[in-house]
């Protein structure tokens, strides 16, 4: 998952303060012994600090820009993940028949939402790919069962539950995947 490259840039920012720190803490130990005046010091010591925090700010910034940059890098094929699996919920909602096309569209999205969002996302989309495919089942048998018998209430309930399921999708998703399709990351 694209995520965790704050791994890495954290990695980064680790090196660049301990090798600003060990500068430092190496030029006051020239200066102490090269001379015991704190003027002499001063003029190490500053310079050390200002660098330091000047390696701080820089690699800070590129912490930002690389941040930034890979959000708007996968905002079109996450929404186009994100397009494909509504769309799949919601043509599985409608007509008496699960269409295969709608099947093999969560299929996919599940597969891509992996690699884009991560596993919650991916499980939530499988999880969604399962009710839908039980949804058919239990239309299929809704068809052929008569209001009469006793298991035509649990089917229906069944179906009723499968279907509200399905129309939650658009917003679950939203909600699941806010921060990757918001494009403030500091």
């Known amino acids: ?101 709608a099947l093999q569209d969560i299929s996919s999205a599940r597969k891509e939402a992996a690699l884009l969002f991560g596993r919650k996302v991916s499980d939530y989309l499988g999880e969604t790919e399962k009710r839908m495919f039980r949804l058919g089942m239990l239309r299929s048998r809704m068809g052929k069962t008569e209001p009469s018998d006793p298991k035509w209430n649990q089917i229906y309930d069944d179906q009723d539950a499968a279907l509200d399921w399905l129309h939650d999708v658009s917003n679950r998703l939203a909600q699941m995947t806010k921060h990757q399709m918001n494009f403030s990351m500091v």
């Open 1 to 101: 998952m694209y995520d965790d490259s704050w791994v890495s840039a954290a990695t980064i920012l680790a090196l660049a303060v301990l090798s600003a720190v060990a500068g430092a803490v190496i030029g006051c130990a020239i200066t102490i012994a090269a001379s015991n005046t704190s003027v002499d010091l001063l003029k190490i010591l500053i310079p050390s600090v200002l660098g330091f925090v000047g390696v701080v700010a820089g690699v800070t910034v590129q912490i930002i820009v690389h941040r930034t940059k890979a959000n708007v890098d996968l905002y079109k094929p996450r929404a186009a993940v994100l397009d494909k699996a509504r769309a799949a919920a919601q043509l599985a909602t409608l007509g008496d028949k699960i269409d295969p096309l």
